[in-house]
């Protein structure tokens, strides 16, 4: 069973930044694709953010891109999302998704395990 850990989100105010963390114990991290989603009260949970297995492709939200940046470190497990000037609407429950195949994907389809969540709250 995969398990994923997400860490970093917390109460911060608009035009603040923030790191998000996604770490786990799966040896194939290394071969899949990671993503971000996020989930904000009554919407349905929204593509943020993926990346393929190498770290050398990635493809954002139009509602993000240029703003966040996600990057992995395969010699850490871990997958990360660089949030600098927080908008309100960025809040939400934000979770880590491992992908099933080695390429980036926005669809939440294509992940085979999700983390529980971390909450990110934007005060404006």
């Known amino acids: 069973q995969v398990r994923l850990v997400e860490s970093g989100g917390r109460l911060v105010q608009a035009g603040d930044s923030l790191r998000l963390s996604c770490t786990t114990s799966e040896r194939t991290f290394n071969r899949k694709g990671m993503g971000w989603f996020r989930q904000a009260p009554g919407k349905e949970r929204e593509f943020v953010a993926t990346i393929d297995y190498s770290g050398g492709k990635s493809f954002y939200a139009d509602s993000v891109k240029g703003r966040f940046a996600i990057s992995r470190d395969n010699a850490l497990n871990t997958v990360y999302l660089e949030m600098p000037s927080l908008r309100p609407e960025d809040e939400g429950v934000y979770y880590c998704?491992?992908?099933?195949?080695?390429?980036?994907?926005?669809?939440?389809?294509?992940?085979?395990?999700w983390g529980r969540g971390t909450q990110v709250t934007v005060s404006s």
């Open positions: 998704a491992f992908g099933r195949y080695s390429a980036y994907s926005s669809y939440s389809n294509d992940y085979s395990h």
